[in-house]
Structures are given as structure tokens and as C-alpha cells.
């Protein structure tokens, strides 16, 4: 393996994301706590699709995107003591902190101010951008690398490492336990692996969508009750109804975050993963947060022991996210975003067959 070049599939225009091509790059050099990783899959998450077609800026090119990865560790660095050359691992959004300020110290390095992310991220000590995984290789600090359990196969790991803990999380947050009524926003990739950790922590879980077209598939799902908040006077019918809301949708314009956050009990909280394009906002008024007692939070990612304890939760429940595998390459990556662009994917691409497209090119 080349420690000078890596070999990635990417977008050398934001105008014409449509049209991914192949590329290679110098990683950031290795230091002693990095870890190599060979890559055998990564999923494709909505946040690839932001990122492709420019809704968070357009900081760099060509641009891989994938923080959805599985790999195997062929190379440490001299401080790495987590891992050794063989390992199964997962990368999920984040690839590097500082490691030294107060977030850092304090167990929650995805909250560091300095945060890399693993694509569209730059490391501040040498201003190498970040690419990400859909790619022969990636170079990761090794605080960002997990090792996956041998249960979960590596397609099925692959989701969870951002849009797993990403739906994980919130549910932290708000103390989920048998019980707890949750509220999920949007029947989408995060959105269907939040409801099946709600409902394998015991949760009574109320999937939430525009329309009835998802009921079905919620219900296979394992939800206990479904609203659409199409149906005239849904927020009155359904009032009280819940404890705790994820929202998971990209965009808050889908729905009325008011109207939605009505069916909370009082002290219920509304929890958003959203990252919708920069210029979007979110209007709330004070007086109907006060009255209903009511929080509401943003939730990015979560810390390295979350991810952890994620992994392992989804081993011990065989949580397994609904994907379609596809094999890299130029035309399948086109076809799978093309796809995505659409809403035609239940409910995750991954990528697999990397030996097959790598190894001959």
C-alpha cells in the first residue's frame, strides 16, 4: 500500500455533482496516533448528498464524501494502542479533534470547536483537507475508529456509524427506557434506525410523516402508532400523546415544527438531528415554549463512548438497518445518488465490492 496516494471517487464540480470521477490524493501525512484503514464498505448518507451538491458550502475539490465506513487496520501509528494491524473497524463522521480543549478533556471531542470531519473537514496543523470514504483508504486518528463486533456484519455496521449514532443519541438524551413515548419525524435512514433502537429499548414508538404513504412500511418497522400530519387536526387529536420527539427529517420546512411539537406532553422535549442547508432557519415562538414547559435541542453525532455503547447495543438486538448494497464504482455511485436525489432507496446504499473496482484500477 502507498502511504503517498489514495484512490477515491468524488465530484470535481458542485454544479455537475450528477457526474462522480475517479481521483487520487495525498492524505494528511501520518502521525503516531493515526490509524490506516482498507476499506471494504461505507454507506451512502443523506448528508453525502448536502455536501455533493454544495448545500454546506463548497470549501474544496475534487471531494470525496462517505463517513459511513468499514474497514480493516493495515497500518498504526507508534502511539496507537486500540487497534492492531487486522482489526474490523468503523469511521463514522469525524476523523479528528484537537484533543486538548475543555469539550476534548471532558469525553466529548464530537463537540470539540475544532472538529475534522472526515469529509469536507481540513486539519488545522497542515490545512490537508479530509476525504472521505468512498475511497481504497482512509487515515483516521485512532479515537475515531471502532472496532466492530463480530455479529454485525460490515453492510449492516456501516449505517450505524453515522446514521446509527445519530439516531442513538437523541434517545441518550432523553433517558428513553421502557415505556417512554417517542415521536420519530421522518420515515427516511435515520429516521428508521432511530425507531428500531427506540422500539429495542422498549420504547412506545409513533412514527410521524407528511402523509399516510409510509404507513406500511413503519409498521413493518415495529412502530405501535402512526400520524400524518396531512390529516386535518392532527395536533389536537394527538395532543399529550408524546414524551420525547426525534426529528429526523433534512429539512424543517417538511413540517411545522410548532404543529409537530404540539403532540408532546408538558416538559417534552424536541430533539432535531436536522442539518438542513446553511441559509435555512428555525422559527419558533417563546410563549409556546413557555406555556408547554416545552426543550428543544440539536443533537450532532455522539461522543466516543456513545458510539460504543451503540455498536454494542445494536450487536446484543441485532439492530439491522434495511440497505441495498451496490458495488463501487463511477456508474453505480451516479445511479445510487441519482436515487437517492429521488427518495428511491429503503432505507440505505452501501457501498461494497471495493477489492473488485480498487484492486483492477
Wanted: aromatic residues 10%; charged residues 20%.
Amino acid at each position: 500500500m502507498s502511504t503517498e496516494k489514495f484512490n477515491a471517487i468524488g465530484i470535481e464540480s458542485y454544479e455537475n455533482w450528477q457526474e462522480p470521477k475517479a481521483f487520487s490524493y495525498t492524505p494528511q501525512p501520518q502521525r503516531p496516533q493515526d490509524v490506516d484503514i482498507e476499506i471494504e464498505a461505507c454507506g451512502i448518507c443523506g448528508s453525502d448528498m448536502h455536501a455533493i451538491k454544495g448545500d454546506w458550502g463548497n470549501p474544496y475539490l475534487p471531494l470525496a464524501v462517505g463517513h459511513e465506513i468499514i474497514g480493516k487496520v493495515v497500518k498504526v501509528g507508534s502511539e496507537v494502542t486500540r487497534f492492531k494491524i487486522g482489526d474490523r473497524v468503523g469511521v463514522g463522521a469525524q476523523c479528528d479533534s484537537c484533543g486538548k480543549c475543555h469539550r476534548c478533556s471532558h469525553n466529548v471531542p464530537n463537540s470539540c470547536r475544532k472538529f475534522v470531519g472526515t469529509y469536507q473537514g481540513v486539519y488545522p496543523e497542515t490545512g490537508t483537507p479530509t476525504q472521505g470514504g468512498y475511497a481504497d483508504y482512509v487515515r483516521v486518528s485512532q479515537t475515531f475508529a471502532f472496532k466492530i463486533p463480530d455479529n454485525l456484519s460490515s453492510e449492516i455496521a456501516a449505517p450505524l456509524m453515522c446514521g446509527g449514532i445519530t439516531g442513538f443519541r437523541p434517545l441518550l438524551t432523553a433517558g428513553v427506557k421502557k415505556g417512554t413515548r417517542v415521536g420519530v419525524v421522518g420515515i427516511g435512514g435515520i429516521g428508521h434506525m432511530t425507531i428500531l433502537f427506540a422500539k429495542a429499548m422498549g420504547a412506545e414508538v409513533t412514527a410521524i410523516s407528511r402523509s399516510d404513504s409510509k404507513k406500511e412500511i413503519a409498521l413493518q418497522l415495529g412502530v405501535d402508532h402512526y400520524i400524518s400530519t396531512s390529516e386535518e387536526g392532527f395536533a389536537e387529536k394527538y395532543a399529550d400523546s408524546l414524551d420525547v420527539i426525534v426529528n429526523t427529517g433534512s429539512s424543517f420546512s417538511e413540517n411545522s415544527i410548532m404543529g409537530v411539537s404540539s403532540l408532546l406532553d408538558a416538559f417534552g422535549q424536541f430533539i432535531f438531528i436536522t442539518a438542513p442547508p446553511i441559509d435555512e432557519k428555525i422559527e419558533l415562538a417563546p410563549f409556546f415554549l413557555l406555556a408547554n414547559n416545552y426543550s428543544v435541542a440539536g443533537s450532532a453525532l455522539g461522543t466516543p463512548a456513545d458510539i460504543e455503547q451503540m455498536l454494542q447495543f445494536a450487536a446484543d438486538h441485532q439492530i439491522k438497518p434495511w440497505v441495498e448494497t451496490i458495488d463501487i464504482n463511477e456508474e453505480n455511485v451516479k445511479t445510487a445518488w441519482s436515487r437517492m436525489d429521488k427518495g428511491d432507496v429503503k432505507f440505505r446504499f452501501v457501498l461494497t465490492g471495493y477489492d473488485k473496482y480498487f484492486k483492477k484500477n
